[in-house]
């Protein structure tokens, strides 16, 4: 069973930056795609990004440009970096394993991570 552990989160004002990491367990992580969801107060859970197990990406609207997706798959650890952060970026995001290889199967999770607070403010 793959086990996620989330680091990296904080306080931060905005237009910082931030990275993200998620060490991953289990021998299966480069197979996967991998992915990172946030949910905030009183809001949905959502994918804001996503990496196939070869490396393709995908993102939110509301994070693309901003936010940048790697995997590190010697080290079985994926990273979000965060550049231009803003106030409505404030969340617990979560690492997520996919349940296929692309990035479009990040809509289905077969594993999370306990979650890391990001507080964007000044």
């Known amino acids: 069973q793959v086990q996620l552990v989330e680091s990296g989160g904080g306080l931060v004002q905005p237009g910082g930056s931030l990275r993200l990491s998620c060490a991953a367990s289990?021998?299966?992580?480069?197979?996967?795609?991998m992915g990172w969801y946030r949910q905030a107060p009183g809001k949905q859970r959502e994918l804001v990004a996503s990496?196939?197990?070869?490396?393709?990406?995908n993102y939110a609207d509301s994070v693309k440009g901003r936010f940048t997706i790697s995997r590190d798959n010697a080290k079985n650890t994926v990273y979000l970096q965060m550049n231009s952060l803003k106030p409505e970026d404030t969340a617990v995001y979560y690492c997520?394993?996919?349940?296929?290889?692309?990035?479009?199967?990040?809509?289905?999770?077969?594993?999370w991570g306990q979650g890391t607070q990001l507080t964007v403010s000044s």
């Open positions: 990496i196939s197990s070869g490396g393709s990406t």
């Open positions: 997520s394993l996919c349940s296929g290889t692309h990035y479009y199967s990040c809509l289905e999770v077969n594993a």
């Open positions: 289990g021998s299966i992580f480069s197979i996967n795609a």
